[in-house]
Nanobody, 121 residues
Framework: QVQLVESGGGLVQAGGSLRLSCAAS????????MRWYRQAPGKQRELVAT???????TYAGSVKGRFTISSDNAKNTVNLQMSSLKPEDTAVYYC???????????????WGQGTQVTVSS
């Protein structure tokens, strides 16, 4: 079974920094892309950042210039370095991955359980 586990969430003051990590484990053959989503109370889940297996990155306009997504393909991990945090960044952050497992030739999508990020004003 494939599992994604996020870590690094917590409480931080506005203007501060926080680094989230997500580790994919299990029978993974190859990861096509990894993403960070976030969902604030009462709002739709939104895509924050994406990184492909070749290293191409994209960001939501609201975080561009403040957040950096990175990955370690050998370790099947993705990170989100968040700087200049704002109260509006408060949300549950979810790791997401498109990957091929060792037992499935079909590209599948997986979600982590989420980690809470709270930015105080």
């Amino acid at each position: 079974q494939v599992q994604l586990v996020e870590s690094g969430g917590g409480l931080v003051q506005a203007g501060g920094s926080l680094r989230l990590s997500c580790a994919a484990s299990g029978s993974i053959f190859s990861i096509n892309a990894m993403r960070w989503y976030r969902q604030a109370p009462g709002k739709q889940r939104e895509l924050v950042a994406t990184i492909t297996r070749l290293g191409t990155t994209t960001y939501a306009g609201s975080v561009k210039g403040r957040f950096t997504i990175s990955s370690d393909n050998a370790k099947n991990t993705v990170n989100l370095q968040m700087s200049s945090l704002k109260p509006e960044d408060t949300a549950v952050y979810y790791c997401n991955a498109d990957l091929w497992s060792s037992s499935n030739s079909r590209l599948s999508n997986y979600w982590g359980q989420g980690t809470q990020v709270t930015v105080s004003s």
